[in-house]
């Protein structure tokens, strides 16, 4: 008699087609999933999103006679790979004596058969499934056939060889980095072959996406394919009570990988033999080590040591400001240095272990590491080969990406020798080979939220789910973003991966890496995009990419950047896209339909073609040197106060001309002089905005980083108590505008006036967060919309977006912000996709 | 002071006002100087008529209309511009320039004290690059429809060397020359457009290339040259990039830029690789040849920045790179035609 074969393997014996499937929200944040299960033939059923608890259809139950014993297919997709759950469902099998089998299938998650049992005990079994799951899983679907052929006789329950099945609709999404558990820092402190071990993992935590290189799950797929398990681990591999039971990861200082310890002598690097004490206390000298990781390469080093950080910041900044994050012991070092909310605290302890974006409570204690900043990127270990670092000497330790700037990561060896040597001093290095490079994620609090700046380690490949698109079967899309914080994003049946954050696609070796990573997304997931879209500039190379892949026959499209940043948010929130729905979409730059520079607009989501309608924006502003005015906003505040016939050299003599100059005086002399074409190039960026002011305030010179202009006006805002409550509102050719020119006047009186500058700032932040939530009430009202949404760069601007979502609040309409897609250009991708599909109806 | 005389609508009516203007303008640039062999434009007939070539090599041929604002400018103006412009066209397929076509569409109210200087001009450029202007033409706008001044000129030239230079011809592991500092003859416009009034010493680099280039072209190792015009080195370089199907690889510390065409670039906010040149050139030249070229160049006052600049490579084709001192490589696209933003 047979004993394991597949239930159905003949005409005749197919499924009476009964399904069951399970729903669930796509949105991370929230670990309690939201199910529905109906019967799939009523497809009408589609769930919306809204009720946190298990819906069983009951007539389901009454329709069946329990009494029958039946064989059972559960096919259960979501993060299902690499977490342990296939031994948690042997487990669970167990305990309620099933009989079958349980297997990994290559993109469409997990398959469990089980015979000879009743529709009651599935019911209770599938409803523990949900109960009990690993912690790093995550069901997002699960279909259920029921068959009453022969009856099969088992006496288990089989854990199955993984089969590579890439067939059907289905979508695999791959577990993510994460950050080590608590049993496995037991064990890095006390178990024998894992103490001070640099590789401590399990099926609850470790590396996942940086190492996989195939899909199903399985070691053979991993860079550990490499290490041969020793007795001890191969025993916790093959034990299914051991939270090892096939940790594909699992290693020991026996078996697993290995660090090198090299030092510099003679711009050579000789291998050195040092322990992890020495090696801290060399940090707390000041000496700098690199330091290979998961999915990339540190720079590590002494925060208050202002040699070094110096040295490193002419080395790999060109000496500009931009802020170095800094990698604390514990959680309690990071409560001595900044605020911290509970929720930054769960955040920053949970298994994604980002960076957060934290007030410090000293800022002067950091002035070397976040220059003219009141704020501090933090970071606790997340491999216990970072515990090794801070030994009894350090308590912080500066935690820095080792590229050169505009290059990826190194994760190659060769590359980070190379790389690596005209900085450090050290080097530390694994023999784990890095299969994709993954950045650390960043992430800003506004107290009780946060945003995603950077979305990477810990978070990709994290899908998102829209129903709607898998329902009409819309086709396959490769999106490719913007070109600054860089991520492309993949579509296939509603499942939209967007990639780590690539970082700026400016440079030729930062756009390979944007190539392999998509062939690498594209393999992984089975995904062959015959769509392709990219913004609408020009001049960006994935524009360019686009248009190539346009000579091999993709079908491409062109999304205006702030209508994809409008529609990212909408997958943000599982929102329906043809619901009433209009968002402030206001950042630094985007390129217009018109040709022009965008970045204040307020977009309406519409059901005709284009799909989206402009109901509002901000007046503009003279942008006639294009990018040199992005860096050299005092360029832009020299024509403003032209255009606007204000007495120039009154705010000038106040301002270092030749550093806000990049020619200085005769650079300001000849802007002064020179006059305005009949239609200069103009922008309604609120980015740009806020960057003049910085100027006027006299908190930076020029943006030596991305955003640091704006960044700082708002750490200087933050500094005063004053509130407001005017709005500056415009209407131009019947469309409402924020008024930049009479906000800017009125700072200008104020700043006569002598009152502080920060206060001014403070002052100037309100009054734009309430002409825009004027503007915003005032159409909304009138077209009965009630979810308004905030989406591009600006809203980082914490007094900005706090304030707007309590005018909103105030005002009963219903404020969206992004929850786990950056509002930045990170999120760009996932708007591209989203509505490129929409193009795709019919 | 008499009343400045111009040119009236009635001067390009075809009557005895046009003989008038025509013979004005043909003794200052003493077209009808050296020739002796040539039909036309002694008699003024319908057309010229020109000896054949007797060494039956290929003739070349090629025309270009200038328009330029301001029409004078520091280093030329447009006569001297129209003629430079089309010489260095045959000169940089290889070959010898013989005759020019001389096409003026004037907007009505013209200067003829301009129209003096401006043939003048084109006189001695002729004369210098001994080259002939062998038939014309002349038209007049009404005032506004045109702007002072279009010149149209063609030229024909003969190939002196046994295969002409193709844009198409770079192979791997040649490498990448450039005549001089770039960017000079569009800066110097810029900032006498702008009144930008600091670098007053700059001027166009504009310069013909003949007869200076007379033992350069007749090398063989020399695969491609261009005259950087329109697009400056940025179009330049993509076009031989496209068409040779390979990669230039070009290090951004090595292109010769003066400190204040870089300035007038920053200024005004424009890439100083998309600004035109009036006198340089783009060479690509046979790996180990390229010391003895730029030697040869060095001797030429206009070409003594000439630099080697970079290396071609296979692939990726079709590309341009701009390798940095720190910060990447960068992919540098045909200008778009005009200047768009790119920095969030």
């Not at chain 1, 970045?599 to 502003?621: H, Q, S």
């Not at chain 1, 005002?811 to 990170?826: M, Q, R, T, V, Y």
Request: net charge neutral; aromatic share 10%.
């Amino acid at each position: 008699m047979r004993t394991q074969s597949p239930i159905f393997n003949s005409e005749e014996s197919k499924p009476k087609s009964i399904f069951l499937r399970t729903f669930c929200n796509s949105t991370i944040a929230k670990f309690e999933s939201k199910i529905f299960i109906i019967l799939a033939t009523i497809d009408k059923h589609t769930p919306s999103i809204g009720t946190i608890s298990i819906i069983f259809y009951t007539i389901f139950n009454i329709q069946m006679e329990n009494s029958f014993l039946f064989n059972w297919q559960i096919n259960i997709q979501g993060i299902v790979q690499g977490v342990g759950f296939r031994p948690f469902i042997k487990r669970l099998a167990d305990e309620y004596d099933l009989k079958g089998l349980v297997k990994n299938l290559g993109n469409k998650g997990v398959l469990i058969e089980i015979y000879h049992q009743s529709e009651s005990n599935i019911n209770i079994f599938l409803n523990q499934i949900q109960k009990l799951k690993p912690k790093l899983s995550e069901i997002l679907e699960i279909q259920v056939a029921k068959f009453n052929h022969e009856l099969k006789n088992y006496n288990d329950f089989y854990i199955e060889k993984s089969s590579l099945s890439v067939n059907g609709n289905g979508f695999i999404a791959l577990p993510t980095d994460t950050g080590f558990c608590r049993e496995c820092l037991y064990d890095f402190l006390s178990q024998n072959n894992r103490k001070k071990y640099e590789f401590v993992s399990c099926t609850n935590c470790g590396p996942r996406y940086t190492i996989v290189s195939n899909l199903p799950y399985d070691r053979i797929n991993t860079s550990f394919n490499s290490f041969s398990l020793c007795s001890n681990c191969e025993a916790e591999y093959f034990n299914t009570m051991n939270r090892r039971f096939h940790s594909e990861a699992n290693s020991c200082i026996n078996c697993g990988p290995k660090y090198d310890i090299y030092k510099k002598v003679d711009n050579k690097w000789i291998e050195i033999d040092l322990d992890w004490e020495e090696i801290s206390s060399l940090l707390e000298s000041g000496k700098i080590f690199a330091m290979k990781g998961i999915g990339g390469t540190h720079l590590i080093f002494s925060p208050f040591n202002t040699k070094t950080v110096k040295k490193v910041r002419l080395n790999r900044r060109k000496s500009n400001n931009k802020p170095f994050a800094v990698m604390m012991k514990n959680i309690e070092y990071i409560k001595k240095y900044c605020f911290s909310s509970e929720i930054d605290e769960q955040i920053l302890q949970s298994p994604k272990r980002p960076i957060v974006i934290l007030e410090a409570k000293d800022a002067s204690l950091w002035a070397d590491i976040a220059p003219n900043l009141n704020t501090l990127g933090v970071i606790l270990p997340y491999s216990t080969a970072q515990l090794n670092l801070f030994g009894d000497k350090n308590d912080v330790l500066v935690f820095t990406s080792a590229n050169i700037p505009n290059f990826p990561m190194p994760i190659s060896n060769k590359e980070i020798f190379d790389y690596c040597l005209n900085i450090a001093d050290f080097l530390l290095i694994h023999n784990l080979n890095i299969i994709q490079r993954v950045d650390d994620s960043v992430l800003r609090s506004h107290d009780d939220y946060h945003l995603i700046i950077r979305r990477a380690r810990g978070y990709v490949p994290r899908p998102f789910y829209y129903n709607k698109f898998n329902k009409l079967g819309i086709a396959e899309i490769l999106s490719l973003g913007a070109e600054e914080n860089a991520t492309i994003t993949l579509h296939k049946n509603g499942w939209f991966t967007p990639s780590q954050h690539l970082g700026n696609i400016t440079t030729i070796e930062a756009f390979e890496n944007l190539k392999n990573v998509r062939s690498h997304l594209e393999k992984l997931f089975s995904i062959e995009p015959k769509y392709v879209t990219s913004d609408l500039n020009p001049i960006f190379l994935t524009t360019n990419y686009k248009n190539n892949l346009a000579l091999e026959g993709f079908e491409t499209l062109g999304v205006q950047h702030h209508v994809s940043h409008l529609y990212s948010l909408t997958l943000d929130h599982n929102m329906d896209i043809e619901e009433p729905f209009a968002a402030w979409v206001c950042d630094g730059f985007g390129y217009g339909v018109d040709g022009k520079a965008w970045g204040c607009e307020f977009i309406e989501m519409d059901n005709n073609k284009p799909y989206w309608r402009k109901l509002a924006t901000a007046v503009d502003l003279p942008y006639m040197g294009r990018d040199q005015d992005a860096k050299y906003p005092a360029r832009m505040l020299l024509n403003l106060c032209k255009l606007l016939d204000i007495e120039i050299d009154d705010i000038f003599n106040d301002l270092n001309i030749e550093k806000i100059f990049l020619h200085g005086k005769k650079e300001f002399d000849f802007i002064k002089g020179q006059k305005f074409y009949s239609n200069y190039y103009s922008t309604s960026a609120l980015g740009r905005f806020l960057d003049i002011n910085a100027i006027l305030l006299g908190y930076v010179d020029n943006r030596s980083y991305r955003g640091e202009p704006a960044i700082t006006l708002e750490a200087n805002a933050l500094k005063s108590k004053i509130g407001s409550d005017e709005f500056y509102i415009t209407s131009q050719n019947g469309m409402l505008k924020l008024d930049y020119f009479e906000i800017f006047e009125k700072a200008l009186t104020f700043s006569k006036e002598d009152k502080k500058p920060n206060n001014i700032a403070k002052w100037i932040l309100e009054v734009i967060a309430n002409s825009l939530s004027k503007i915003a009430i005032y159409i909304c009202e009138e077209k009965a919309i009630k979810k308004i949404g905030l989406t591009g760069g600006v809203f980082y601007n914490k007094i900005i977006t706090t304030k707007i979502i309590s005018n909103l609040k105030k005002a009963k309409l219903n404020p969206i912000i992004h929850k786990n897609i950056p509002p930045g250009d990170g999120g760009i991708s996932l708007g591209q996709a989203i509505y490129h599909g929409r193009m795709l109806y019919e | 002071m008499n009343e400045e005389r111009i040119v009236e609508i009635s001067h390009g009516a075809g009557g005895r006002k046009m003989d008038e203007l025509i013979s004005f303008i043909s003794k200052i640039i003493d077209i009808k100087n050296n020739q002796e062999d040539i039909i036309g434009p002694e008699e003024m007939d319908d057309s010229s008529i020109l000896p054949i070539d007797v060494e039956q090599r290929e003739i070349v041929m090629t025309t270009d209309s200038h328009t330029v604002d301001p029409i004078f400018f520091r280093g030329g103006n447009i006569g001297s511009l129209a003629v430079a412009g089309t010489i260095n066209d045959l000169v940089v397929m290889g070959s010898k320039p013989q005759y020019l076509t001389l096409g003026l569409i004037i907007e009505e109210g013209f200067k003829f004290n301009d129209l003096a200087e401006i043939c003048k001009s084109i006189g001695e450029m002729i004369k210098n690059s001994e080259v002939r202007i062998v038939t014309g033409d002349t038209k007049v706008m009404p005032k506004g429809k045109i702007s002072n001044l279009v010149i149209n000129t063609a030229g024909v030239g003969k190939l002196i060397r046994k295969t002409p230079i193709r844009d198409s011809a770079a192979q791997k592991g040649d490498m990448i020359i450039i005549t001089g500092s770039i960017g000079d003859h569009g800066a110097s416009l810029i900032s006498l457009r702008e009144g930008l009034n600091f670098e007053t010493k700059l001027a166009s680099d504009l310069h013909s290339f003949w007869p200076s280039f007379k033992d350069i072209i007749t090398d063989p190792k020399i695969r491609c040259m261009k005259d950087i015009t329109r697009g400056g080195f940025a179009s330049a370089a993509n076009e031989i990039a496209s068409k040779s199907k390979v990669c230039l690889k070009v290090n951004e510390d090595q292109i010769p830029i003066k400190p204040e065409v870089q300035a007038i670039c920053d200024i005004l906010g424009f890439e100083v690789l998309e600004i035109s040149c009036e006198g340089k050139a783009l060479m690509i030249v046979e790996n180990g040849s390229e010391l003895e070229i730029i030697k040869k160049l060095k001797k030429f006052d206009f070409c003594k920045d000439a630099s080697i600049i970079g290396y071609v490579d296979q692939s990726p084709q079709a590309q341009v790179h701009i390798i940095t001192d720190i910060g990447g490589t960068r992919q540098l696209m045909k200008p778009y035609g005009e200047p768009i933003p790119r920095v969030c």
